[in-house]
């Protein structure tokens, strides 16, 4: 029987921009537990590593080397805590999901947003980037292969890699008008994050009755 997965992440502060649904329970085998213990044993080697070179220092550029150290574990730690807390959820059939994403600026200013799940693109697809702050257009991979896929259309053309189970985000411009080529197989979102603002809409193939529009202009 065939079973599909996806998990979810808290993020920090940033906007969820899509919720990848992750095809065959190999592709769910990892653990929260593993990668959380792998995450952690990393930071610790960071820490060590970035200590280290602060030996040769003196002063305050020591004390300084010390802190930024400290820092970098402290972030990446908090980071793995939030890879213990994801949840893989598994079903026998494809699974449809929203997420509720919220942010509170230093001023108190806030907002919350509902992240709706994406369906997979075709070979072409097109954008329209609202305007918004800080858009960011997020590609996921839920396939078991590597997609390249090429962004052009208003910006300068760039092909990308899409390893399987990842996803890649690039900042692109408000009001841009964006073509995805080779983009079958993917799921995209795009997303605004700003002081206590925050907005995001999935990426979304044409309709099977979805036709040209014409417009006719009079003299």
Known sequence: MTQFSFRFVPMRATCLAVAVLLSG???????????????RSQADGTYKSE?????????????ICKLEAKGHMT??????????QAENVIATAPITASARVSTVSAEGDADLAWVASAQSLDDTSLVAVAPGPGPILTLANPTKETISVTVGGETTPQTIGVEPATSVSLSVAAGARLELTGARGLVAAVSYSGPGA????PVSVPAASSTAVRVYRGN
């Not at 200590?51 to 004390?63: E, I, Q, V």
């Not at 972030?75 to 213990?84: S, W």
Request: overall charge neutral; aromatic content about 4%; glycine content about 4%.
């Open 25 to 39: 329970a190999a592709q769910a085998a990892a653990t929260n537990k593993a990668e959380y213990n792998a995450a």
């Open 51 to 63: 200590t280290d070179g602060c030996k040769p220092m003196t002063g305050n550029a020591k004390d």
């Open 75 to 84: 972030v990446a730690k908090a980071e793995a805590e939030l890879l213990r």
């Open 198 to 201: 925050l907005a995001s809409f």
